[in-house]
């Protein structure tokens, strides 16, 4: 779908500039900031890679079960 939205020149200028130095399209990053602002920054019409959480070493077994769900710490 095509729309058309009325920027102010810095606003649009900085979104070029932003676009370019995160190698997105100026719609693609549009698209990205609104959804963002929507509180809705995980939805997208691409795939995305897949994130990579960092794991740290604690010195010793963990304290529930990792591989159950269900586990709850009281």
């Known amino acids: 779908m095509s729309t058309s ?7 649009l200028e900085a979104a070029k500039v932003a676009a ?16 963002h ?13 897949p994130v990579e959480l960092p ?5 010793g077994a963990p304290l529930i079960d990792l591989d159950d769900q269900e586990t709850s710490i009281d």
Request: aromatic fraction near 4%; include cysteine.
């Open 5 to 11: 939205i009325n920027l102010s020149s810095n606003i």
């Open 20 to 35: 370019e130095k995160s190698d997105l399209t100026l719609d693609a990053y549009v698209e990205q900031a609104v959804r």
């Open 37 to 49: 602002a929507l509180g809705r920054a995980g939805e997208s019409t691409q795939a995305s890679a």
């Open 55 to 59: 794991a740290f070493d604690c010195g």
